[in-house]
């Protein structure tokens, strides 16, 4: 059973920066996406970034110029770099792998932004 195995998170002061891994624990075939999701409590998952395989990149208006996604098809991998994160960005981050036959999902790292 493939597992997405996710990195990073935690508690950070608002302006500050995060870094978000994850990585496939057996390679997946036929990847053709590789994306990060976020969940705030009481909202449903939302899409932040993505990066199709002919390396476009899209991310939703609430990261873009702060987030950055990147990616590696081979090797099944997928990071975020968070910058000048926000308390509106404490969530739970979910990262997302899609092949051809279906959606892989990490467990969910933690994200807050405090004072």
């Known amino acids: 059973q493939v597992q997405l195995v996710e990195s990073g998170g935690g508690l950070v002061q608002p302006g500050g920066s995060l870094r978000l891994s994850c990585e496939a624990s057996?390679?997946?075939?036929?990847?053709?996406?590789l994306a990060w999701y976020r969940q705030a409590s009481d909202r449903q998952r939302e899409l932040i970034a993505s990066?199709?395989?002919?390396?476009?990149?899209w991310y939703s208006d609430s990261v873009k110029g702060r987030f950055t996604c990147s990616g590696d098809f081979a090797k099944n991998a997928v990071s975020l770099q968070m910058n000048n994160l926000k308390p509106e960005d404490t969530a739970v981050y979910y990262c997302?792998?899609?092949?051809?036959?279906?959606?892989?999902w990490g467990h969910g790292t933690q994200v807050t932004v405090s004072s």
């Open positions: 997302n792998i899609q092949s051809l036959s279906r959606h892989y």
């Open positions: 057996e390679h997946i075939p036929s990847v053709t996406h």
């Open positions: 990066m199709i395989i002919e390396r476009r990149m």
